[in-house]
């Protein structure tokens, strides 16, 4: 099965330092992977964007593909001008020349540019690329909604629908578990608070998937979570009868796990641990 990703846009960096420049800012190390899931923090370690970035083969210049949200694209690409100075680098968007697919196997074809596996979790996906001026070449049938259904079936949280802009911390998000940070690799913008936070070894908050025995209103996110009249924490985004929640596993007694309620509703649901979180 195959969808085309219309939320994904492309951004290119190249120039002769694009490696270095990029690094500062990269939760994951970008010298020994291909294709890597990273985030962008702020100088006190908070969540800003989060994105694929690909290394593109070359024996002159470095160059990367950074796919991103198109609702982060614009505000990505100012935050990295920002901090460009002198360096010698370009940076562009260059999304009307390219689509992303997303597909349940890998893609064989000719005109595709890449077809790599998700990073972040072994039951998702690969991500493609091919120019759009090419894109009527592959013979699929495409499908929608094929990259929402792996996305809540296994609790991925990712983008503003997940995280909360310059609030969230991104080691609550299973950013480790979900393979997107280094926490060997040098400093970058926000690793103070990472690296302080592995160190002491206290994260408080986790990803849970909820499963429901109606949908529920979209619009009324973010819905709290109760067990008793104790906010355990959050649903964050849905899709169809499925959730994703950041829940403090502290105010979750064992024995009570799946006796929770949501803020103002008689919804049944099923709370699960993240899957990821086993590996």
Same mark, same amino acid.
């Given at each position: 099965?195959?969808?085309?990703?219309?939320?994904?846009? !492309?951004?290119?960096?190249s120039?002769?330092?694009?490696?270095?420049?990029?690094?500062?800012?990269?939760?994951?190390?970008?010298?020994?992977?291909?294709?890597?899931?990273?985030?962008?923090?702020?100088?006190?370690?908070?969540?800003?964007?989060?994105?694929?970035?690909?290394?593109?083969?070359?024996?002159?210049?470095?160059?990367?593909?950074?796919?991103?949200?198109?609702?982060?694209?614009?505000?990505?690409?100012?935050?990295?001008?920002?901090?460009?100075?002198?360096?010698?680098?370009?940076?562009?968007?260059?999304?009307?020349?390219?689509? *992303?697919?997303?597909?349940?196997?890998?893609?064989?074809?000719k005109?595709?540019?890449?077809?790599?596996?998700?990073?972040r979790?072994?039951?998702?996906?690969?991500?493609?690329?091919?120019?759009?001026?090419?894109?009527? *070449?592959?013979?699929?049938?495409?499908?929608?909604? *094929?990259?929402l259904?792996?996305?809540?079936?296994?609790?991925?949280?990712?983008?503003?629908?997940?995280?909360?802009?310059?609030?969230?911390?991104?080691?609550?998000?299973?950013?480790?578990?979900l393979?997107?940070?280094?926490?060997?690799?040098?400093?970058?913008?926000?690793?103070?608070?990472?690296?302080?936070?592995?160190?002491?070894?206290? !994260?408080?908050?986790?990803?849970? /998937?909820?499963?429901?025995?109606?949908?529920?209103?979209?619009?009324? *996110?973010?819905?709290n979570?109760?067990?008793?009249?104790?906010?355990?924490?959050?649903?964050?985004?849905?899709?169809? /009868?499925?959730?994703?929640?950041?829940?403090?596993?502290?105010?979750?007694?064992?024995?009570?796990?799946?006796?929770?309620r949501?803020?103002?509703?008689?919804?049944?649901?099923?709370?699960?641990?993240?899957?990821?979180?086993?590996?």
């Amino acid at each position: 099965m195959y969808e085309i990703l219309n939320n994904l846009e !492309v951004i290119k960096i190249s120039g002769e330092n694009c490696l270095n420049f990029l690094q500062r800012f990269t939760t994951n190390d970008l010298k020994n992977q291909n294709f890597s899931y990273n985030y962008f923090l702020d100088s006190k370690g908070r969540y800003l964007y989060d994105s694929f970035l690909y290394r593109i083969p070359s024996d002159k210049n470095e160059k990367f593909i950074i796919l991103i949200n198109k609702s982060q694209i614009n505000d990505l690409i100012e935050h990295l001008k920002f901090f460009k100075l002198k360096e010698k680098i370009q940076i562009e968007n260059i999304s009307s020349s390219y689509i *992303l697919l997303y597909s349940n196997k890998i893609i064989y074809d000719k005109n595709i540019i890449f077809s790599i596996k998700d990073p972040r979790y072994i039951g998702l996906g690969y991500i493609s690329m091919i120019f759009k001026d090419n894109i009527e *070449l592959l013979e699929f049938n495409f499908t929608k909604n *094929l990259y929402l259904k792996d996305k809540y079936n296994f609790a991925i949280p990712d983008g503003f629908s997940d995280l909360i802009h310059k609030k969230s911390i991104i080691l609550e998000y299973g950013a480790l578990q979900l393979n997107a940070l280094n926490r060997n690799k040098g400093c970058y913008l926000g690793q103070e608070l990472i690296s302080r936070t592995l160190n002491q070894g206290i !994260v408080r908050k986790n990803i849970y /998937k909820i499963t429901l025995n109606k949908e529920i209103d979209k619009t009324l *996110l973010p819905y709290n979570l109760f067990i008793g009249e104790l906010k355990i924490g959050h649903i964050t985004s849905c899709y169809q /009868k499925l959730a994703i929640a950041i829940i403090n596993i502290d105010k979750i007694p064992y024995e009570n796990k799946n006796s929770f309620r949501i803020s103002n509703s008689n919804f049944q649901c099923k709370l699960e641990h993240a899957i990821w979180y086993k590996n």
